[in-house]
């Protein structure tokens, strides 16, 4: 069982989803109505946020799954709290500006490198 | 194994992907070319309930497989028919209107949450 | 353990990322300012590649891994190897106009089918 991996699951998808409630506060804040996706910089720049955070789900989530199967429960659960905290820190920087988006992004692009390497290595030893 | 939470997987993920032919023949419909996203309410709505279809997977997947595997294949599985209805409810009611589609909405997000407090719950559980 | 399946969905999230990279240096060479996301059709065309690509992994991996987990490893893993190729013939196509994109969505469309319909047969074959 991989009961950490688990947990940072849950967590990650607790954090995705408060990115999308914050998309249905900024719909309310700057009066964009459903079903348009644009016509104020703040609502795009929350909207840009969670489907950031969208588009890294299926690059993060199977990359730490495989990782945690390959290599170590613990390890996995630790670099997958760094990307979500890589997360936090984009969503309170692009929040403010969309050149403050940068720090976050790196972090959690650092941490979801370091697992998807991390387990190629150990599936590509396994096989030979 | 967990056959039942298997079906309803590759269930939840047709119907999903009906929701993507149905953007195409919104498009056909309202004569949106592409690559352009918007143009036609009409197409706009459709499409909207494609994404959030999307935007939900990475909810309603891990939380349905976790739950499934720390609680109870059948439960899981049910809980995972229950999401279906929601967004079938939710894709009638939003290609009506947009002021339709908060029931459906509501019915899905119920089982999603359900499926995540669950699993959550299961996880922590086992580790203390 | 099923270390086919596992390389190919690391090959697969590999050339996904690549489609997400493809999208910032689109907006570089058009100048399409965060975070706006249409204004040119080589950006446009550059995001809908990401974006459809992304629409489809919650399709093609539990297809994928209920294929290899209830089939066989090797046939699932060569199955996503068509896929991949499919979504790279789709990039080359669109990425040079949108009238270019169908034969490269056809193969990887038929390969997620093949993954969905014969993990469908498997699972129902073993619940009766």
């Given at each position: ?26 719909r309310?804040?700057t ?6 996706m644009?016509?104020?910089?703040d ?8 489907m950031?955070?969208?588009?890294w ?5 199977p990359?730490?799954?495989l990782?945690?199967i ?20 984009y ?14 992004f790196g972090?959690?692009?650092?941490a ?17």
């Open positions: 069982m991989h009961h950490l991996t688990a947990l940072v699951t849950l967590l990650a998808i607790a954090f995705y989803f408060f990115t999308s409630i914050n998309v249905s506060r900024a309310t804040r009066g964009v109505k459903v079903p348009a644009s016509g104020h910089p609502f795009e720049r929350a909207f840009r946020i969670q950031n955070t969208l588009e789900m299926p690059i993060f989530l990359a730490l799954w990782f945690a390959y290599i170590s429960d613990a390890i996995a659960a630790g670099i997958g709290v760094v990307w979500i905290i890589g997360r936090i820190v969503f309170i920087g692009y929040s403010q500006a969309a050149a403050k988006r940068g720090p976050g972090i959690q692009a650092l979801a490198v370091a697992l998807w390497a991390g387990a190629l290595g150990a599936v590509v030893l396994r096989m030979v």
